[in-house]
């Protein structure tokens, strides 16, 4: 492991702990005595998405998260909850045991967490996941969240706003 701070390859582990489907193990560089902290995941494979276009690409982890940090800006969730997300649609893509999987399932399932999360990261991760043609079709998105009977959706529907 290498210190972020020298880059030097010798670390010492000072503690270990398991933290929801990871270890993470805090460390402190042997050349420079900078602590810095690790987390440990296991690997069973990578699982290929399938994109729209046809691509392939290895499933990130990392990217994904980013996608929650951008629908979820400036909303008052937790940064844990989005890891959490993360670590629960990571899982149900091992459990298919599948080597691809198409990036619309991954999408369905993003969607459905956030939906239970937060309505207004729901409606801007719908945004650019469905990719909204027209106010309709974003209409139909708000609409659906408000019959799935969400207690704390703000939402006013458009076509009341407009009017």
Known sequence: MQCPSCGHDASRVTDS???????RRRRVCLACGARFTTFERVDA?????V????????????????????????????AAALQAIVD??????RALGQAEVPSSHIGDLV???LRQLDPIAYVRFACVYRAFADLGAL??????LHAGGHPATPLV?????AG
């Open 111 to 113: 969607m459905r967490e």
């Open 45 to 49: 494979g990578a699982i290929l998405v």
């Open 17 to 23: 702990r398991a933290v929801d489907s990871a270890i």
């Open 157 to 161: 529907p458009l076509r009341q706003a």
């Open 139 to 144: 209409q139909e998105a708000i609409d659906e």
């Open 51 to 78: 994109k729209k276009d046809g691509r392939r690409e290895e499933f990130q982890r990392e990217k994904l998260l980013a996608g929650l940090r951008q629908a979820c800006a400036k909303r008052p969730i937790d």
């Open 88 to 93: 629960r649609v990571a899982a149900t893509l």
